[in-house]
Protein backbone atom coordinates (compact mmCIF):
# COMPACT_ATOMS: atom_id res chain seq x y z
CA UNK A 1 0.00 0.00 0.00
CA UNK A 2 1.53 3.54 -0.27
CA UNK A 3 0.68 5.87 1.91
CA UNK A 4 -0.68 9.21 1.20
CA UNK A 5 -0.79 12.57 3.32
CA UNK A 6 -2.76 15.52 2.18
CA UNK A 7 -1.69 18.78 3.06
CA UNK A 8 -4.54 21.01 2.59
CA UNK A 9 -8.17 19.90 3.16
CA UNK A 10 -10.13 22.28 0.98
CA UNK A 11 -11.62 21.18 -2.46
CA UNK A 12 -8.64 19.95 -3.89
CA UNK A 13 -7.86 17.93 -0.38
CA UNK A 14 -11.74 16.58 -0.16
CA UNK A 15 -10.90 15.53 -4.05
CA UNK A 16 -7.60 13.68 -3.24
CA UNK A 17 -9.16 11.91 -0.32
CA UNK A 18 -12.14 10.24 -2.68
CA UNK A 19 -9.38 9.59 -4.89
CA UNK A 20 -7.25 7.59 -2.73
CA UNK A 21 -10.35 5.20 -1.77
CA UNK A 22 -10.93 4.52 -5.43
CA UNK A 23 -7.28 3.05 -5.59
CA UNK A 24 -6.92 0.07 -3.90
CA UNK A 25 -3.13 0.07 -3.47
CA UNK A 26 -3.58 3.20 -1.52
CA UNK A 27 -4.55 4.25 1.86
CA UNK A 28 -4.84 7.75 3.06
CA UNK A 29 -2.80 8.60 6.55
CA UNK A 30 -3.32 11.65 7.28
CA UNK A 31 -4.54 15.31 6.57
CA UNK A 32 -2.88 17.96 7.30
CA UNK A 33 -4.48 21.50 8.04
CA UNK A 34 -3.51 24.40 8.99
CA UNK A 35 -7.05 25.18 10.88
CA UNK A 36 -7.36 23.54 14.54
CA UNK A 37 -7.09 19.83 13.59
CA UNK A 38 -9.97 19.08 16.11
CA UNK A 39 -12.08 21.08 13.99
CA UNK A 40 -11.60 19.64 10.50
CA UNK A 41 -14.12 16.55 10.28
CA UNK A 42 -12.42 13.96 7.06
CA UNK A 43 -14.15 11.31 5.98
CA UNK A 44 -11.53 8.75 5.66
CA UNK A 45 -11.85 6.32 8.69
CA UNK A 46 -8.37 5.62 10.59
CA UNK A 47 -6.88 8.31 9.28
CA UNK A 48 -5.50 11.28 11.41
CA UNK A 49 -5.98 14.90 10.79
CA UNK A 50 -2.85 16.79 11.81
CA UNK A 51 -1.61 20.23 12.32
CA UNK A 52 1.23 21.62 9.16
CA UNK A 53 3.11 22.43 12.08
CA UNK A 54 3.54 17.84 12.71
CA UNK A 55 4.06 17.47 8.73
CA UNK A 56 8.18 16.55 9.86
CA UNK A 57 7.00 13.91 12.27
CA UNK A 58 5.70 11.94 9.47
CA UNK A 59 8.75 11.33 7.24
CA UNK A 60 8.69 7.87 8.00
CA UNK A 61 5.11 7.25 7.71
CA UNK A 62 3.87 8.25 4.42
CA UNK A 63 5.19 7.53 1.05
CA UNK A 64 3.72 10.36 -0.93
CA UNK A 65 2.75 14.05 0.29
CA UNK A 66 0.01 15.39 -2.06
CA UNK A 67 0.03 19.23 -1.92
CA UNK A 68 -3.74 20.48 -2.34
CA UNK A 69 -3.00 24.55 -1.75
CA UNK A 70 -3.08 26.96 -3.95
CA UNK A 71 -0.33 28.27 -6.48
CA UNK A 72 -0.18 31.97 -5.67
CA UNK A 73 1.36 31.66 -2.13
CA UNK A 74 0.96 27.89 -0.68
CA UNK A 75 2.81 26.16 -3.59
CA UNK A 76 6.01 27.99 -3.84
CA UNK A 77 7.15 27.38 -0.35
CA UNK A 78 5.31 24.51 0.51
CA UNK A 79 5.88 21.96 -2.40
CA UNK A 80 10.24 22.82 -2.30
CA UNK A 81 9.99 22.93 1.56
CA UNK A 82 8.14 19.16 1.75
CA UNK A 83 10.05 17.58 -1.69
CA UNK A 84 12.90 17.25 0.92
CA UNK A 85 11.42 14.68 3.40
CA UNK A 86 8.67 12.82 1.04
CA UNK A 87 7.87 12.08 -2.52
CA UNK A 88 5.13 15.15 -3.81
CA UNK A 89 2.76 16.17 -6.36
CA UNK A 90 1.23 19.28 -6.36
CA UNK A 91 -0.67 21.22 -9.18
CA UNK A 92 1.02 24.40 -9.32
CA UNK A 93 -0.51 26.24 -12.38
CA UNK A 94 1.16 29.86 -12.73
CA UNK A 95 2.43 29.29 -16.03
CA UNK A 96 4.83 32.15 -16.03
CA UNK A 97 6.64 31.06 -12.67
CA UNK A 98 6.38 26.88 -13.57
CA UNK A 99 10.95 27.20 -14.40
CA UNK A 100 11.42 29.03 -11.22
CA UNK A 101 9.58 26.16 -9.23
CA UNK A 102 10.79 23.41 -11.27
CA UNK A 103 14.11 24.47 -10.15
CA UNK A 104 13.72 25.06 -6.71
CA UNK A 105 11.70 21.29 -6.08
CA UNK A 106 14.28 20.41 -8.14
CA UNK A 107 16.65 21.22 -5.93
CA UNK A 108 15.19 20.25 -2.68
CA UNK A 109 14.01 16.79 -3.63
CA UNK A 110 17.81 15.76 -4.81
CA UNK A 111 19.06 17.10 -1.70
CA UNK A 112 15.83 14.92 0.13
CA UNK A 113 16.47 11.68 -2.09
CA UNK A 114 13.07 11.94 -3.23
CA UNK A 115 11.11 12.51 -6.11
CA UNK A 116 8.57 15.68 -6.88
CA UNK A 117 6.31 15.99 -9.37
CA UNK A 118 4.87 19.36 -10.34
CA UNK A 119 1.91 21.47 -12.66
CA UNK A 120 -0.35 17.73 -12.15
CA UNK A 121 -3.86 18.15 -13.12
CA UNK A 122 -5.84 18.94 -16.14
CA UNK A 123 -4.23 22.06 -17.39
CA UNK A 124 -1.52 21.96 -16.75
CA UNK A 125 -1.66 18.53 -16.96
CA UNK A 126 -3.46 16.28 -19.31
CA UNK A 127 -4.00 19.07 -21.79
CA UNK A 128 -0.21 19.86 -21.66
CA UNK A 129 -0.30 16.06 -22.90
CA UNK A 130 -2.16 16.26 -25.34
CA UNK A 131 -0.53 18.97 -26.70
CA UNK A 132 3.01 17.38 -26.48
CA UNK A 133 2.27 14.17 -28.05
CA UNK A 134 -0.21 16.01 -30.69
CA UNK A 135 2.96 18.30 -31.84
CA UNK A 136 5.72 15.71 -31.84
CA UNK A 137 3.28 13.44 -34.02
CA UNK A 138 1.87 16.29 -36.21
CA UNK A 139 5.21 18.70 -36.64
CA UNK A 140 3.35 21.08 -38.72
CA UNK A 141 0.56 22.19 -37.97
CA UNK A 142 -1.22 24.40 -34.91
CA UNK A 143 -2.64 24.22 -31.59
CA UNK A 144 -5.96 25.77 -29.97
CA UNK A 145 -7.11 24.90 -26.63
CA UNK A 146 -10.47 26.15 -25.51
CA UNK A 147 -11.85 26.12 -21.94
CA UNK A 148 -15.41 25.54 -20.72
CA UNK A 149 -18.28 25.44 -19.87
CA UNK A 150 -17.00 26.21 -16.47
CA UNK A 151 -16.81 27.93 -13.25
CA UNK A 152 -13.65 29.88 -13.60
CA UNK A 153 -13.03 30.63 -9.90
CA UNK A 154 -10.70 34.01 -10.92
CA UNK A 155 -13.64 35.20 -13.00
CA UNK A 156 -15.88 34.53 -10.00
CA UNK A 157 -13.80 36.24 -7.29
CA UNK A 158 -13.27 39.02 -9.66
CA UNK A 159 -16.65 39.58 -10.14
CA UNK A 160 -17.57 38.91 -5.90
CA UNK A 161 -14.57 41.94 -4.97
CA UNK A 162 -16.84 44.77 -7.04
CA UNK A 163 -19.09 47.22 -4.66
CA UNK A 164 -22.84 46.06 -3.79
CA UNK A 165 -22.01 42.40 -5.43
CA UNK A 166 -23.14 40.03 -2.61
CA UNK A 167 -22.05 37.07 -4.42
CA UNK A 168 -21.12 35.53 -8.14
CA UNK A 169 -20.21 32.61 -10.15
CA UNK A 170 -18.54 33.36 -13.91
CA UNK A 171 -18.64 30.79 -16.68
CA UNK A 172 -16.13 30.45 -19.06
CA UNK A 173 -17.52 29.18 -22.57
CA UNK A 174 -16.18 27.96 -25.77
CA UNK A 175 -17.42 29.49 -28.71
CA UNK A 176 -18.85 26.51 -30.70
CA UNK A 177 -18.56 28.11 -34.75
CA UNK A 178 -14.70 28.60 -33.80
CA UNK A 179 -14.61 25.27 -32.76
CA UNK A 180 -15.77 23.98 -35.94
CA UNK A 181 -13.98 26.04 -37.69
CA UNK A 182 -10.82 24.34 -36.03
CA UNK A 183 -12.68 21.20 -36.49
CA UNK A 184 -13.26 21.87 -40.29
CA UNK A 185 -9.09 22.07 -40.72
CA UNK A 186 -9.58 25.75 -41.43
CA UNK A 187 -6.79 26.38 -39.01
CA UNK A 188 -8.44 30.07 -38.08
CA UNK A 189 -6.51 32.65 -36.51
CA UNK A 190 -9.01 33.89 -33.66
CA UNK A 191 -9.02 36.67 -31.28
CA UNK A 192 -9.44 36.36 -27.05
CA UNK A 193 -13.04 37.25 -28.53
CA UNK A 194 -13.65 34.82 -30.62
CA UNK A 195 -12.72 31.74 -28.82
CA UNK A 196 -14.88 32.50 -25.20
CA UNK A 197 -17.83 34.11 -24.59
CA UNK A 198 -17.73 34.36 -20.68
CA UNK A 199 -21.72 34.52 -18.21
CA UNK A 200 -21.65 35.71 -14.94
CA UNK A 201 -24.62 35.30 -12.61
CA UNK A 202 -24.50 37.64 -9.73
CA UNK A 203 -26.15 38.46 -6.44
CA UNK A 204 -26.80 41.94 -6.04
CA UNK A 205 -26.53 43.70 -2.49
CA UNK A 206 -30.17 45.43 -1.71
CA UNK A 207 -30.31 48.72 -3.24
CA UNK A 208 -27.23 48.08 -5.58
CA UNK A 209 -27.48 49.56 -8.76
CA UNK A 210 -27.87 46.73 -11.64
CA UNK A 211 -26.90 49.10 -14.42
CA UNK A 212 -23.78 50.18 -12.81
CA UNK A 213 -22.34 47.13 -11.91
CA UNK A 214 -22.75 45.30 -15.37
CA UNK A 215 -20.95 47.82 -16.57
CA UNK A 216 -18.48 47.45 -14.43
CA UNK A 217 -17.84 43.90 -14.82
CA UNK A 218 -18.13 44.02 -18.88
CA UNK A 219 -15.14 46.98 -19.19
CA UNK A 220 -12.79 45.28 -16.41
CA UNK A 221 -9.05 45.23 -18.27
CA UNK A 222 -7.93 41.62 -18.91
CA UNK A 223 -10.79 39.81 -16.54
CA UNK A 224 -13.82 41.16 -19.20
CA UNK A 225 -13.08 43.80 -21.13
CA UNK A 226 -11.74 41.66 -24.06
CA UNK A 227 -14.72 39.15 -24.18
CA UNK A 228 -18.43 39.00 -25.29
CA UNK A 229 -19.43 38.81 -21.56
CA UNK A 230 -23.44 38.23 -20.25
CA UNK A 231 -24.65 39.11 -16.78
CA UNK A 232 -27.74 37.74 -15.71
CA UNK A 233 -28.99 39.18 -11.93
CA UNK A 234 -30.65 36.34 -9.95
CA UNK A 235 -31.28 35.60 -6.13
CA UNK A 236 -28.95 33.96 -3.94
CA UNK A 237 -31.13 31.12 -3.43
CA UNK A 238 -31.24 30.73 -7.15
CA UNK A 239 -27.56 31.11 -6.85
CA UNK A 240 -27.60 28.38 -4.54
CA UNK A 241 -29.53 26.34 -6.23
CA UNK A 242 -28.58 26.06 -9.78
CA UNK A 243 -24.40 27.21 -9.63
CA UNK A 244 -23.27 25.50 -6.80
CA UNK A 245 -21.38 22.93 -8.57
CA UNK A 246 -17.92 23.13 -9.99
CA UNK A 247 -17.86 22.17 -13.12
CA UNK A 248 -15.44 22.41 -16.18
CA UNK A 249 -13.39 21.40 -19.38
CA UNK A 250 -12.12 22.14 -22.60
CA UNK A 251 -10.97 20.87 -25.45
CA UNK A 252 -7.37 20.66 -26.97
CA UNK A 253 -6.94 20.36 -31.04
CA UNK A 254 -4.42 20.30 -33.07
CA UNK A 255 -4.53 20.31 -37.01
CA UNK A 256 -1.75 19.19 -39.18
CA UNK A 257 -0.23 18.73 -42.89
CA UNK A 258 1.30 15.75 -43.83
CA UNK A 259 2.58 13.82 -47.21
CA UNK A 260 5.65 15.04 -49.55
CA UNK A 261 3.77 18.15 -50.48
CA UNK A 262 1.47 18.16 -47.54
CA UNK A 263 -1.58 17.44 -49.46
CA UNK A 264 -3.27 15.48 -46.29
CA UNK A 265 -4.89 16.95 -43.18
CA UNK A 266 -5.40 15.82 -39.82
CA UNK A 267 -6.59 16.41 -36.34
CA UNK A 268 -6.16 15.31 -32.94
CA UNK A 269 -8.94 16.37 -30.50
CA UNK A 270 -8.47 15.65 -26.46
CA UNK A 271 -11.41 16.89 -24.83
CA UNK A 272 -12.55 16.74 -21.16
CA UNK A 273 -16.49 17.75 -19.49
CA UNK A 274 -16.11 17.61 -15.57
CA UNK A 275 -18.57 17.59 -13.26
CA UNK A 276 -16.33 18.60 -10.30
CA UNK A 277 -13.38 20.48 -11.79
CA UNK A 278 -11.02 19.73 -7.95
CA UNK A 279 -12.25 16.10 -8.06
CA UNK A 280 -10.91 15.64 -11.09
CA UNK A 281 -7.62 17.57 -10.86
CA UNK A 282 -7.61 15.15 -7.55
CA UNK A 283 -8.00 12.10 -9.78
CA UNK A 284 -4.66 12.85 -11.42
CA UNK A 285 -2.89 13.51 -8.51
CA UNK A 286 -3.10 10.69 -7.32
CA UNK A 287 -2.30 8.84 -10.22
CA UNK A 288 0.87 10.61 -9.90
CA UNK A 289 1.28 9.87 -6.81
CA UNK A 290 1.21 6.45 -7.58
CA UNK A 291 4.73 7.08 -10.30
CA UNK A 292 6.30 9.51 -7.61
CA UNK A 293 5.98 6.58 -5.47
CA UNK A 294 7.33 3.93 -7.78
CA UNK A 295 10.32 6.02 -9.58
CA UNK A 296 11.67 6.97 -5.65
CA UNK A 297 11.50 3.06 -5.42
CA UNK A 298 13.68 2.93 -8.43
CA UNK A 299 16.07 5.00 -7.32
CA UNK A 300 15.15 8.57 -9.50
CA UNK A 301 15.42 11.69 -7.77
CA UNK A 302 14.50 15.56 -8.57
CA UNK A 303 11.65 17.64 -10.10
CA UNK A 304 9.42 16.08 -12.87
CA UNK A 305 6.58 17.07 -14.74
CA UNK A 306 4.19 15.10 -16.56
CA UNK A 307 6.37 14.67 -19.93
CA UNK A 308 9.22 13.19 -17.90
CA UNK A 309 7.03 10.08 -16.77
CA UNK A 310 6.53 7.19 -18.30
CA UNK A 311 2.37 6.45 -18.84
CA UNK A 312 2.65 3.13 -16.98
CA UNK A 313 3.61 4.39 -14.05
CA UNK A 314 0.37 6.06 -13.35
CA UNK A 315 -1.51 2.32 -13.69
CA UNK A 316 -2.01 -0.22 -10.97
CA UNK A 317 -1.40 -2.65 -13.32
CA UNK A 318 1.97 -4.30 -14.50
CA UNK A 319 3.70 -4.09 -17.93
CA UNK A 320 2.33 -7.29 -19.36
CA UNK A 321 -1.03 -7.03 -18.00
CA UNK A 322 -1.22 -3.27 -19.55
CA UNK A 323 -0.09 -4.78 -22.54
CA UNK A 324 -2.99 -7.38 -22.64
CA UNK A 325 -5.87 -5.33 -21.71
CA UNK A 326 -5.16 -1.42 -22.83
CA UNK A 327 -2.49 -1.86 -26.05
CA UNK B 1 20.85 13.87 -36.81
CA UNK B 2 19.38 10.97 -36.32
CA UNK B 3 19.65 8.82 -39.33
CA UNK B 4 16.71 6.51 -40.57
CA UNK B 5 16.26 3.56 -42.56
CA UNK B 6 13.04 2.19 -43.86
CA UNK B 7 12.09 -1.24 -44.51
CA UNK B 8 8.78 -2.01 -47.23
CA UNK B 9 8.29 1.27 -49.44
CA UNK B 10 4.42 0.30 -50.03
CA UNK B 11 1.86 3.26 -48.28
CA UNK B 12 3.49 3.30 -44.95
CA UNK B 13 7.09 3.32 -46.03
CA UNK B 14 6.46 6.12 -48.32
CA UNK B 15 4.79 8.13 -44.97
CA UNK B 16 7.65 7.70 -43.30
CA UNK B 17 9.44 9.02 -45.90
CA UNK B 18 7.58 12.02 -45.81
CA UNK B 19 7.53 12.07 -42.05
CA UNK B 20 11.19 11.99 -41.80
CA UNK B 21 11.32 15.16 -43.93
CA UNK B 22 9.31 16.90 -41.30
CA UNK B 23 11.37 16.03 -38.34
CA UNK B 24 14.91 18.72 -39.02
CA UNK B 25 16.61 16.50 -36.76
CA UNK B 26 16.03 13.19 -38.67
CA UNK B 27 17.60 12.27 -42.32
CA UNK B 28 16.38 9.11 -44.34
CA UNK B 29 19.62 7.33 -45.32
CA UNK B 30 18.25 3.85 -47.02
CA UNK B 31 14.88 2.19 -48.10
CA UNK B 32 15.44 -1.55 -48.21
CA UNK B 33 12.72 -2.94 -50.59
CA UNK B 34 12.31 -6.90 -51.18
CA UNK B 35 10.99 -6.02 -55.30
CA UNK B 36 14.23 -5.22 -57.06
CA UNK B 37 15.99 -1.61 -56.25
CA UNK B 38 16.01 -0.49 -59.68
CA UNK B 39 12.70 -0.56 -59.82
CA UNK B 40 11.65 1.56 -56.79
CA UNK B 41 11.78 5.39 -57.10
CA UNK B 42 11.81 7.24 -53.65
CA UNK B 43 11.12 10.74 -53.24
CA UNK B 44 14.48 11.63 -50.42
CA UNK B 45 17.54 12.90 -52.43
CA UNK B 46 20.64 11.33 -51.41
CA UNK B 47 18.79 8.50 -49.89
CA UNK B 48 19.58 5.06 -50.89
CA UNK B 49 17.27 2.46 -52.17
CA UNK B 50 18.52 -1.32 -51.48
CA UNK B 51 17.92 -4.48 -51.12
CA UNK B 52 16.33 -6.00 -48.03
CA UNK B 53 19.37 -8.66 -47.95
CA UNK B 54 21.83 -5.54 -47.88
CA UNK B 55 20.19 -4.52 -44.16
CA UNK B 56 23.00 -5.55 -42.12
CA UNK B 57 25.61 -3.75 -44.21
CA UNK B 58 24.13 -0.52 -43.13
CA UNK B 59 24.79 -1.71 -39.59
CA UNK B 60 26.51 0.98 -38.48
CA UNK B 61 24.98 3.67 -40.92
CA UNK B 62 22.22 4.05 -39.55
CA UNK B 63 20.25 4.65 -35.68
CA UNK B 64 16.57 3.55 -35.97
CA UNK B 65 15.20 0.99 -38.83
CA UNK B 66 11.29 1.30 -38.85
CA UNK B 67 9.66 -1.29 -40.34
CA UNK B 68 6.54 -1.23 -42.62
CA UNK B 69 5.63 -4.12 -43.28
CA UNK B 70 2.68 -6.06 -42.62
CA UNK B 71 1.14 -7.81 -39.04
CA UNK B 72 0.73 -11.14 -40.70
CA UNK B 73 3.47 -12.12 -42.77
CA UNK B 74 6.43 -9.76 -42.16
CA UNK B 75 6.72 -8.09 -38.52
CA UNK B 76 6.64 -10.92 -36.93
CA UNK B 77 9.85 -12.39 -38.30
CA UNK B 78 11.24 -9.04 -39.34
CA UNK B 79 11.24 -6.96 -36.04
CA UNK B 80 12.78 -9.61 -33.65
CA UNK B 81 15.95 -10.37 -36.79
CA UNK B 82 16.49 -6.58 -36.99
CA UNK B 83 16.12 -5.34 -33.38
CA UNK B 84 19.57 -7.50 -33.10
CA UNK B 85 21.15 -4.75 -35.18
CA UNK B 86 19.14 -1.69 -34.68
CA UNK B 87 17.29 0.21 -32.97
CA UNK B 88 13.97 -0.61 -34.18
CA UNK B 89 10.09 0.69 -34.28
CA UNK B 90 7.05 -1.20 -35.40
CA UNK B 91 3.31 -0.74 -36.05
CA UNK B 92 2.24 -4.52 -34.86
CA UNK B 93 -1.40 -4.64 -35.08
CA UNK B 94 -2.19 -7.86 -33.90
CA UNK B 95 -3.37 -7.31 -30.78
CA UNK B 96 -3.64 -11.29 -29.64
CA UNK B 97 -0.05 -11.92 -30.33
CA UNK B 98 1.20 -8.82 -28.95
CA UNK B 99 2.87 -10.98 -26.00
CA UNK B 100 4.54 -13.32 -28.15
CA UNK B 101 6.25 -10.31 -30.51
CA UNK B 102 6.76 -8.45 -27.09
CA UNK B 103 9.01 -11.32 -25.95
CA UNK B 104 10.60 -11.97 -29.23
CA UNK B 105 11.84 -8.43 -30.03
CA UNK B 106 12.73 -8.04 -26.23
CA UNK B 107 15.73 -10.91 -26.19
CA UNK B 108 16.69 -9.41 -29.81
CA UNK B 109 16.92 -5.88 -28.89
CA UNK B 110 18.60 -6.91 -25.43
CA UNK B 111 21.62 -9.74 -27.60
CA UNK B 112 22.08 -6.81 -29.73
CA UNK B 113 22.15 -4.01 -27.07
CA UNK B 114 19.57 -1.55 -29.02
CA UNK B 115 15.72 -0.68 -28.23
CA UNK B 116 12.93 -1.99 -29.66
CA UNK B 117 9.19 -0.10 -30.06
CA UNK B 118 6.64 -2.08 -30.88
CA UNK B 119 3.09 -1.54 -31.50
CA UNK B 120 3.65 2.32 -32.36
CA UNK B 121 0.91 4.03 -34.39
CA UNK B 122 -2.54 5.12 -33.98
CA UNK B 123 -4.27 2.14 -32.40
CA UNK B 124 -2.78 0.14 -30.84
CA UNK B 125 -0.90 3.48 -30.30
CA UNK B 126 -2.24 6.94 -29.31
CA UNK B 127 -5.84 5.12 -28.71
CA UNK B 128 -3.91 2.77 -26.50
CA UNK B 129 -2.33 5.70 -24.45
CA UNK B 130 -5.40 7.31 -24.37
CA UNK B 131 -7.49 4.27 -23.22
CA UNK B 132 -4.17 3.65 -20.22
CA UNK B 133 -4.01 7.42 -19.07
CA UNK B 134 -7.98 7.90 -19.06
CA UNK B 135 -8.35 4.43 -17.07
CA UNK B 136 -5.11 5.35 -14.37
CA UNK B 137 -7.39 8.78 -13.65
CA UNK B 138 -10.60 7.52 -13.63
CA UNK B 139 -10.63 3.63 -11.98
CA UNK B 140 -14.41 3.60 -11.62
CA UNK B 141 -15.28 4.18 -15.20
CA UNK B 142 -16.26 2.53 -18.48
CA UNK B 143 -14.09 2.27 -21.57
CA UNK B 144 -15.52 2.84 -25.02
CA UNK B 145 -13.63 2.48 -28.70
CA UNK B 146 -14.88 3.78 -32.14
CA UNK B 147 -13.52 3.42 -35.33
CA UNK B 148 -13.94 5.80 -38.42
CA UNK B 149 -15.18 7.23 -40.66
CA UNK B 150 -12.69 4.86 -42.23
CA UNK B 151 -11.37 2.58 -45.00
CA UNK B 152 -11.18 -0.78 -43.72
CA UNK B 153 -8.37 -2.57 -45.60
CA UNK B 154 -9.28 -5.57 -44.24
CA UNK B 155 -13.16 -5.71 -44.97
CA UNK B 156 -12.56 -4.02 -48.53
CA UNK B 157 -10.02 -6.74 -49.29
CA UNK B 158 -12.85 -9.29 -48.17
CA UNK B 159 -15.51 -7.75 -50.47
CA UNK B 160 -12.40 -7.54 -53.28
CA UNK B 161 -12.11 -11.68 -52.72
CA UNK B 162 -15.86 -12.27 -53.48
CA UNK B 163 -16.56 -13.55 -57.09
CA UNK B 164 -18.13 -11.08 -59.84
CA UNK B 165 -16.49 -8.25 -57.45
CA UNK B 166 -14.11 -6.29 -59.44
CA UNK B 167 -13.02 -3.82 -56.76
CA UNK B 168 -14.33 -1.91 -53.56
CA UNK B 169 -13.64 -0.24 -51.08
CA UNK B 170 -15.06 -0.73 -47.47
CA UNK B 171 -15.79 2.10 -44.88
CA UNK B 172 -16.57 1.52 -41.57
CA UNK B 173 -18.57 4.04 -39.85
CA UNK B 174 -19.61 5.18 -35.87
CA UNK B 175 -23.16 4.94 -35.11
CA UNK B 176 -23.82 8.54 -33.91
CA UNK B 177 -26.18 8.03 -31.60
CA UNK B 178 -23.90 5.63 -29.86
CA UNK B 179 -21.42 7.91 -29.79
CA UNK B 180 -23.69 10.83 -28.12
CA UNK B 181 -25.23 8.48 -25.66
CA UNK B 182 -21.75 7.69 -24.19
CA UNK B 183 -20.90 11.70 -23.80
CA UNK B 184 -24.24 11.75 -22.13
CA UNK B 185 -22.63 10.00 -19.08
CA UNK B 186 -24.94 6.95 -19.82
CA UNK B 187 -22.64 4.33 -20.42
CA UNK B 188 -24.62 2.15 -22.53
CA UNK B 189 -23.86 -1.58 -23.21
CA UNK B 190 -23.71 -1.59 -26.79
CA UNK B 191 -24.01 -4.25 -29.15
CA UNK B 192 -21.49 -4.69 -32.39
CA UNK B 193 -24.38 -3.59 -34.68
CA UNK B 194 -24.98 -0.37 -32.13
CA UNK B 195 -21.38 0.68 -32.45
CA UNK B 196 -20.32 0.81 -36.24
CA UNK B 197 -22.18 0.31 -39.54
CA UNK B 198 -21.08 -0.73 -42.66
CA UNK B 199 -20.82 1.00 -46.25
CA UNK B 200 -19.24 -1.22 -49.14
CA UNK B 201 -18.69 0.62 -52.46
CA UNK B 202 -18.52 -2.22 -54.90
CA UNK B 203 -17.63 -2.45 -58.92
CA UNK B 204 -18.92 -5.59 -60.15
CA UNK B 205 -17.70 -7.90 -63.54
CA UNK B 206 -19.66 -7.55 -66.10
CA UNK B 207 -23.19 -9.34 -66.46
CA UNK B 208 -22.49 -10.32 -62.42
CA UNK B 209 -25.48 -10.77 -59.99
CA UNK B 210 -25.76 -7.56 -57.99
CA UNK B 211 -28.04 -9.18 -55.37
CA UNK B 212 -26.14 -12.06 -55.03
CA UNK B 213 -23.09 -10.00 -54.39
CA UNK B 214 -24.94 -7.89 -52.13
CA UNK B 215 -26.27 -11.32 -49.96
CA UNK B 216 -22.82 -12.23 -49.73
CA UNK B 217 -21.83 -9.37 -48.75
CA UNK B 218 -24.59 -8.83 -45.73
CA UNK B 219 -23.87 -12.31 -44.64
CA UNK B 220 -20.08 -13.09 -44.27
CA UNK B 221 -19.82 -14.30 -41.07
CA UNK B 222 -16.78 -12.26 -38.52
CA UNK B 223 -16.92 -9.24 -41.10
CA UNK B 224 -20.34 -8.20 -42.01
CA UNK B 225 -23.26 -10.40 -40.52
CA UNK B 226 -22.90 -8.87 -37.57
CA UNK B 227 -23.66 -5.07 -38.56
CA UNK B 228 -25.98 -3.33 -40.71
CA UNK B 229 -23.89 -2.99 -43.80
CA UNK B 230 -25.33 -0.56 -46.93
CA UNK B 231 -23.97 -1.71 -50.34
CA UNK B 232 -23.36 0.37 -53.30
CA UNK B 233 -22.52 -0.54 -56.98
CA UNK B 234 -20.77 2.19 -58.65
CA UNK B 235 -18.40 2.27 -61.35
CA UNK B 236 -14.25 1.87 -61.45
CA UNK B 237 -14.65 5.55 -62.64
CA UNK B 238 -16.43 6.59 -59.74
CA UNK B 239 -14.79 4.26 -56.96
CA UNK B 240 -11.42 6.07 -58.29
CA UNK B 241 -12.21 9.31 -58.53
CA UNK B 242 -14.27 9.79 -55.21
CA UNK B 243 -12.57 6.42 -52.99
CA UNK B 244 -9.17 6.44 -53.80
CA UNK B 245 -8.07 7.94 -50.38
CA UNK B 246 -6.92 6.02 -47.31
CA UNK B 247 -9.12 8.38 -44.75
CA UNK B 248 -9.52 6.67 -41.00
CA UNK B 249 -9.59 7.73 -37.46
CA UNK B 250 -12.14 6.94 -34.00
CA UNK B 251 -13.00 8.08 -31.25
CA UNK B 252 -11.53 6.93 -27.39
CA UNK B 253 -13.88 7.62 -24.71
CA UNK B 254 -13.79 6.88 -20.77
CA UNK B 255 -17.01 7.92 -18.66
CA UNK B 256 -16.11 7.76 -15.14
CA UNK B 257 -17.43 8.65 -11.59
CA UNK B 258 -15.52 10.53 -8.68
CA UNK B 259 -16.51 11.98 -5.01
CA UNK B 260 -17.30 10.24 -2.12
CA UNK B 261 -20.54 8.42 -3.07
CA UNK B 262 -19.68 8.23 -7.00
CA UNK B 263 -22.08 11.22 -7.41
CA UNK B 264 -19.86 13.14 -9.93
CA UNK B 265 -19.40 12.22 -13.62
CA UNK B 266 -16.31 13.28 -15.80
CA UNK B 267 -15.94 12.57 -19.53
CA UNK B 268 -12.47 12.45 -21.27
CA UNK B 269 -12.68 11.78 -24.82
CA UNK B 270 -9.98 11.24 -27.45
CA UNK B 271 -10.09 11.44 -31.37
CA UNK B 272 -8.79 11.64 -34.52
CA UNK B 273 -9.70 12.90 -37.70
CA UNK B 274 -7.07 11.32 -40.45
CA UNK B 275 -7.03 12.19 -44.01
CA UNK B 276 -4.35 9.42 -44.71
CA UNK B 277 -4.43 6.12 -42.03
CA UNK B 278 -0.97 5.50 -43.02
CA UNK B 279 1.01 8.75 -42.75
CA UNK B 280 -0.76 9.65 -39.78
CA UNK B 281 0.79 6.07 -38.89
CA UNK B 282 3.90 7.31 -40.41
CA UNK B 283 4.22 10.20 -37.78
CA UNK B 284 3.84 8.09 -34.94
CA UNK B 285 6.59 6.23 -35.69
CA UNK B 286 8.92 8.98 -36.32
CA UNK B 287 8.40 10.31 -33.14
CA UNK B 288 9.21 6.78 -31.77
CA UNK B 289 12.00 6.80 -33.69
CA UNK B 290 13.07 9.76 -31.88
CA UNK B 291 12.82 8.20 -28.55
CA UNK B 292 14.13 4.66 -29.27
CA UNK B 293 17.13 6.56 -30.66
CA UNK B 294 17.06 8.59 -27.57
CA UNK B 295 16.50 5.60 -25.11
CA UNK B 296 19.52 4.20 -26.47
CA UNK B 297 22.08 6.85 -26.70
CA UNK B 298 20.60 6.64 -22.37
CA UNK B 299 21.91 2.66 -21.93
CA UNK B 300 18.24 1.27 -22.50
CA UNK B 301 17.82 -2.09 -23.91
CA UNK B 302 15.24 -4.22 -24.89
CA UNK B 303 11.15 -4.33 -26.22
CA UNK B 304 8.92 -1.72 -24.75
CA UNK B 305 5.60 0.06 -26.30
CA UNK B 306 3.99 3.38 -25.74
CA UNK B 307 3.45 2.84 -22.21
CA UNK B 308 7.09 2.93 -21.40
CA UNK B 309 7.85 5.93 -23.17
CA UNK B 310 7.73 9.55 -21.08
CA UNK B 311 6.55 11.92 -23.24
CA UNK B 312 9.53 14.37 -23.60
CA UNK B 313 11.36 11.27 -25.47
CA UNK B 314 9.14 11.97 -28.31
CA UNK B 315 9.98 16.20 -28.57
CA UNK B 316 12.55 17.70 -30.31
CA UNK B 317 12.67 20.35 -27.59
CA UNK B 318 14.84 19.60 -24.27
CA UNK B 319 12.63 19.81 -21.42
CA UNK B 320 12.98 23.31 -20.24
CA UNK B 321 11.49 24.26 -23.57
CA UNK B 322 8.94 21.82 -23.15
CA UNK B 323 7.95 23.14 -20.32
CA UNK B 324 8.23 26.78 -20.70
CA UNK B 325 5.86 26.21 -24.48
CA UNK B 326 3.60 23.13 -23.88
CA UNK B 327 3.06 22.91 -19.99
Given at each position: MIKIGILGYGNLGRGVECAVKQNPDMELSAVFTRRNPGDVK????????????????WKEKIDVLILCGGSATDLPGQT??????????????????????????????KKGGKVGIISVGWDPGMFSLSRMYANAILPEGKDYTFWGKGVSQGHSDAVRRIADVKDAKQYTVPVEEALESVRRGENPDLTTRQKHTRECFVVLEEGA??????????????????????????????????????????????????????????????????????EFTSCVLAAYARAAYRLGQEGARGCKTVFDIAPAYLSPKDGAALRASLL
Open positions: ILTEGASVCSIADVPGPAFAELFHVVDSFDTHARIPEHFANVDAAADAAKVEEEIRTMPNYFADYDTTVHFISQEELDQNHSRIPHGGFVLRSGKTGWNQENSHLIEYSLKLDSNP
